[in-house]
């Protein structure tokens, strides 16, 4: 199936500062989705990007869905406690669209 | 957003015995419906898809006869996990699949197995 590579695994970072995760593909994907799972809890669903080269921002995170369709990214500006969690990338299976394969997941603690 | 619900929340039962877990979507249909796995600080692991009306398609890998899936109603989807053993003691979170595929993700069973 679908293989989608996630960097880094752990990401700590000082309150205030910005950080950036990746997603990786090496098929072309239909779309990629992001989602942030707090501590103890379950996946949220934060955004899907479909189009090539596609940017959208929710206040603080910025993500972008490369060219070729093959990479993302989520970048947190300003990082406050809030945004401690894992946050997720996920693609399309290879066989099913409706199928997700989710990345590894990028743990993110912060320091105040 | 859509809301999805998962029961039991915990569950502690003794090895050798079965253990239900039900997924309802609550304000939505949902023909399709997905059943994870997550072990501790790991990411997801795709364990089924059930579909309302017909047999579930599982993961290479997941025995389909220890881990049964009912898919009754647009609004209910079962796991049994049968004869639970130490080794599957685990997060189990369901998810179902509204439009573009979004998923929508139920709060998760904590199984433990004794």
């Known amino acids: 199936g679908q293989q989608v590579m996630q960097i880094p695994q752990y990401q700590h970072v000082q309150e205030g500062e910005d950080f950036t995760t990746y997603c990786n593909s090496s098929?072309?994907?239909?779309?990629i989705q992001w989602y942030k799972q707090r501590p103890g809890g379950h996946p949220v669903f934060l955004i899907q990007?479909?189009?090539?080269?596609e940017v959208k921002k929710q206040k603080r995170l910025t993500f972008q869905f490369g060219e070729a369709k093959k990479n993302s990214s989520l970048h947190i500006t300003a990082t406050q406690t809030t945004d401690v969690g894992t946050y997720f990338c996920?693609?399309?299976?290879?066989?099913?669209?409706?199928?997700?394969?989710f990345g590894a997941g990028t743990t993110v603690t912060v320091r105040a | 957003g859509a809301v999805v619900s998962q029961h039991p929340s915990r569950v502690i039962c003794k090895s050798g015995t079965s253990v239900k877990i039900e997924c309802r979507s609550l304000?939505?249909?949902?023909?399709?419906m997905f059943w994870y796995r997550q072990f501790p600080k790991q990411s997801l692991m795709l364990m089924a898809t059930?579909?309302?009306?017909?047999?579930?398609?599982?993961e290479q890998g997941v025995e389909k006869d220890k881990f049964l899936i009912n898919h009754a109603s647009l609004t209910l989807s079962t796991l049994t996990v049968t004869s639970a053993h130490p080794e599957d003691s685990s997060f189990y979170i369901c998810?179902?699949?509204?439009?573009?595929?979004?998923?929508?993700f139920g709060p998760g069973t904590r199984l433990t197995v004794l």
């Open positions: 998810s179902a699949d509204r439009t573009n595929n979004e998923q929508f």
């Open positions: 098929t072309t994907l239909s779309n």
């Open positions: 990007l479909v189009k090539s080269g």
């Open positions: 996920a693609g399309p299976s290879r066989s099913n669209d409706y199928k997700l394969s």
């Open positions: 304000d939505f249909q949902a023909t399709t």
């Open positions: 059930s579909n309302e009306g017909s047999k579930a398609t599982y």
